[in-house]
């Protein structure tokens, strides 16, 4: 993957209740882009239990709920935080200019 900052999506692309897939140029994996407030944060999109899309679950006072088996996921540190989930998810560093997202992948 590049240490360039790749472009991920528009800020306003993104909710705060579910999170957003992005594909991002150069990448062979779905991540998933989320929400606190004015923050935001960069996961792998993949539920490290049961190879799920994330994207398809919700966040809920800054936890990701995954939508197969109810496992969660702190979205700041990537932390499995319930059962069957116990491996964290990757985390990516994410920077907002303007209201473009942009991704370091390295």
Known sequence: MSTSPIWLCKAADVG???P?????????EALAVSRIGDEFFLT????T???VSLSDGHIEDGVLHCPLH??????????ALEFPCTKALKT???ERKG???????A
């Open 44 to 47: 792998e999109d993949t539920c």
């Open 20 to 28: 957003r897939q992005v594909c991002p140029k150069g990448s062979n």
């Open 99 to 105: 209201d473009d997202l942009y991704g370091l992948l």
């Open 70 to 79: 109810g496992g969660a996921f702190d979205i700041r540190t990537g932390k």
């Open 16 to 18: 705060t209740e579910r």
């Open 49 to 51: 239990h049961a190879l």
């Open 92 to 94: 990516y560093a994410i």
